[in-house]
Each structure stands twice: as C-alpha cells, then as structure tokens.
T-cell receptor
Framework: NAGVTQTPKFRVLKTGQSMTLLCAQDMNHEYMYWYRQDPGMGLRLIHYSVGEGTTAKGEVPDGYNVSRLKKQNFLLGLESAAPSQTSVYFC??????????????FGEGSWLTVV | GEDVEQSLFLSVREGDSSVINCTYTDSSSTYLYWYKQEPGAGLQLLTYIFSNMDMKQDQRLTVLLNKKDKHLSLRIADTQTGDSAIYFCAERDSSASKIIFGSGTRLSIRP
C-alpha cells in the first residue's frame, strides 16, 4: 500500500517555465489537497478537491491550477513559474466519516526551486 | 477566515514535559490535529481530537481542548531527543473539507 505518492521529488525550474506536480493516492479517498511549506509560515493550502471532477481554492491559489480528472490523482500546475514559488509542496488526502477522525495522509513532499 | 496560531519555538530539558500551545478561530471546527515533522520529511499524524472532547491521552501524549477559549495544547511527557521536530496544529473546518495548519512550533531538547 503506497499511500500518497508525489512526483517529482525535486525539480529546478527557470522563471517562466511550466511544470506539473502529480499526486496519486491508492486509499480511495475523496478529499485531496495541495499545500506549500515555507519557513516560519507552516503549511498553506493552495487548492483542494472534495471529489473527482471538483476543485476549490485554498488560502494561496494564485499562480497555480489544479485538476482532478481521476479520483486517485490530483495535479498541481504552475503555468509560469516565479521565484516566489520556490517551496516544498505537500500533497495530502483524506477519508470522510466521523468515526475515522478524517485522518489526513501526506506525501513525502516535492522540493521545487525556481531560479 | 479560519486561522490557526502557534508560537514558533520551544526549548525544554530532556526528561521534562513539553507543552505546545495552539489557538484557532473557527468555533465550528470538527477535528483538531497534531502533526510532527522531522527534518527533510513529511508530516506524521501524532493524534487528533474530536471537538466534543476535552482531553485525549495516548501514551506520552496528552491533548487538551478548551473550546470556549479555542485553545488546544499538546503535552509530551518525559521529552526525549527523538521528540525534536516541528509540531503542527491543524483544524478541520465545519464543512469538513478544508484543513488549516498553524505555522508550526520547533521543539528543541537541551541535555
């Protein structure tokens, strides 16, 4: 059981380039999330999805787009990368149900540097 | 909107208890969580508490929830060097869809 898998784990981009981060989960979770982590700022929610075909904006959505065409995958796109998007990106997924604690499972992170 | 706040740093002596505090603004939060992050790693769920509970204990960990003051704390008994990490408080909003994290508290252990 792989849990939540993110690819790639490391990437260096030039300003203006585009790229897509892929998140895959094999737990049949409805909810999926993309966060970014910056020093002293904790995790900030970029976008999230409550089911296949749905997406919603989080706290810091500007400069990012997402898609959830399949339930198990949640893609995060940077159309024109900027140095301010240098960060560690975490994907997460969650089940639903009051008896489960709605536990959130995280991927291992993707380190992105924009130069 | 929802907000979760924590102090950034905490230093304790090995063997003492650590208490990490968190405040949140969403009075209709359903679940509150504590996560641990070690250097270069992802987030590991330590424990969670449902909003209708006041306290939850799990081995060395004790979570206290004061709903009136919107205050959550994590107590780690007999703190060890392996407890050095960043600890994140998080809350799930009333719609159960969004999960908002605090900025994290870096716990360091003195010999």
């Amino acid at each position: 059981n792989a849990g939540v898998t993110q690819t790639p784990k490391f990437r260096v981009l030039k300003t203006g380039q585009s790229m897509t981060l892929l998140c895959a989960q094999d737990m049949n979770h409805e909810y999926m999330y993309w966060y970014r982590q910056d020093p002293g700022m904790g995790l900030r929610l970029i976008h999230y999805s409550v089911g296949e075909g749905t997406t919603a904006k989080g706290e810091v959505p500007d400069g990012y787009n997402v898609s959830r065409l399949k339930k198990q995958n949640f893609l995060l796109g940077l159309e024109s990368a900027a140095p301010s998007q240098t960060s560690v990106y975490f994907c997460a997924s969650s089940n639903v149900g009051i008896y489960s604690g709605n536990t959130i499972y995280f991927g291992e992170g993707s380190w992105l540097t924009v130069v | 909107g929802e907000d979760v706040e924590q102090s950034l740093f905490l230093s304790v002596r090995e063997g003492d208890s650590s208490v990490i505090n968190c405040t949140y603004t969403d009075s209709s939060s359903t679940y509150l969580y504590w996560y641990k992050q070690e250097p270069g790693a992802g987030l590991q769920l330590l424990t969670y508490i449902f909003s209708n509970m006041d306290m939850k204990q799990d081995q060395r960990l004790t979570v206290l929830l004061n709903k009136k003051d919107k205050h959550l704390s994590l107590r780690i008994a007999d703190t060890q060097t392996g407890d050095s990490a960043i600890y994140f408080c998080a809350e799930r909003d009333s719609s159960a869809s969004k999960i908002i994290f605090g900025s994290g508290t870096r716990l360091s252990i003195r010999p």
